[in-house]
Each structure stands twice: as structure tokens, then as C-alpha cells.
């Protein structure tokens, strides 16, 4: 039916306008980020306990009687700076990452099964689809507390709204 309609009678696809599909997973852009994020979170962690390694080794010779006020004496300012900046946007991207994986899930189906013919696929079953509602998932799911980013000056250089900026991620839907 549809090699008739569009293939032979030249019909037009109805598709939605690009600014409804702006938000949506049918926006190849946002799924192609969502997975070049999930990247550079796994990137960022590997490099992030790269420093972390050094970081132990220097505070290995202090035990546990350094003080906070010494930590970036004892790390330098490269390597404490460093350090806060790759952790921060871990943990903030990750955070991102997360939420939009979840949304993935949950919305992904709806999409895939619009663009589906189900006729042909009943056999194999129907698109799968995705609920977690246990209260450790969901507890997880929760955005993580922004640090005190007026502290970042002291150890970044970065100002406040800046540091803020920075690791602060928008959603699709911002």
C-alpha cells in the first residue's frame, strides 16, 4: 500500500514540522548526541582516574592530616584545578547523560512503533518497551546537588557564573 500511494501515486510523506521535530527522538541529532555524550562521559572518566592516581600518590605521603586549605598546595594549582574541572563535568554530564538515556527508553518505543509497519513484525513480536519504576532507580534518577560554585575561583580561576556554565547542562526540552 504505501510503494502505491508514494512510490506510484507520487503522494507526499506527511511529516511534521521541523520545530515539533526539534525536541523529539525522531531528530536524528539529538540521538546521535545523546550517544556522543555517553562517549565523552566514558572518555572523561577514563582520564579523570588517570589524575585521580596522581592525586592519590601525592596525598598518599600525608595520610589522612592534610587539610583542605594545603590540598591545593600539595597538588598544584595544574593538577588541583585540573582535577576539580574533570570531576565536576563528569559528574554533571553523566547526570545529563542519564536522564537522557531514561527518555530514550521510555520514548523510543512510541517512535519506532509510528514508523513500523506492526503487520510485518507481529511474528517477532512487538517494539519492546521500557518502565523502571523501583524507588533505587528512580532515587538514582534525581539531578545530583550543584556544588558551591562561588569556590570554584579559588581553585579553577573560574567565576562563579561561569563555573555554573559550564557545568550545567540543558535538556532538549530547555
Not at 15 to 41: H, K, Q
Request: glycine share 6%; net charge positive.
Amino acid at each position: 500500500m504505501w510503494k502505491i500511494k508514494h512510490r506510484i501515486l507520487r503522494m507526499k510523506i506527511k511529516t511534521p514540522p521541523s520545530e515539533e521535530l526539534r525536541g523529539t527522538w525522531r531528530n536524528s541529532v539529538r540521538v546521535g548526541a545523546m550517544f556522543g555524550n555517553y562517549n565523552e562521559a566514558m572518555g572523561l572518566l577514563r582520564y579523570r582516574n588517570e589524575l585521580n592516581e596522581q592525586v592519590k600518590d601525592k596525598f598518599s605521603k600525608y595520610g589522612d592530616v592534610l587539610t583542605l586549605e594545603h590540598v591545593q598546595i600539595t597538588l598544584g594549582k595544574k593538577l588541583c584545578g585540573g582535577f576539580i574541572d574533570i570531576t565536576e563535568t563528569s559528574i554533571a554530564l553523566i547526570d545529563h547523560v542519564m536522564v537522557e538515556l531514561y527518555h530514550f527508553l521510555l520514548e523510543f518505543p512510541i517512535v519506532a512503533e509510528s514508523n513500523i509497519e506492526l503487520s510485518r513484525v507481529r511474528e517477532w513480536g512487538g517494539v519492546p518497551t521500557y518502565e523502571n519504576k523501583q524507588e533505587a532507580f528512580l532515587k538514582c534518577m534525581e539531578p545530583i546537588k550543584q556544588p558551591n560554585f562561588k569556590k570554584f575561583f579559588a581553585y579553577t580561576g573560574m567565576s562563579e557564573q561561569e563555573a555554573r556554565d559550564k557545568y550545567t547542562f540543558k535538556s532538549w526540552f530547555d
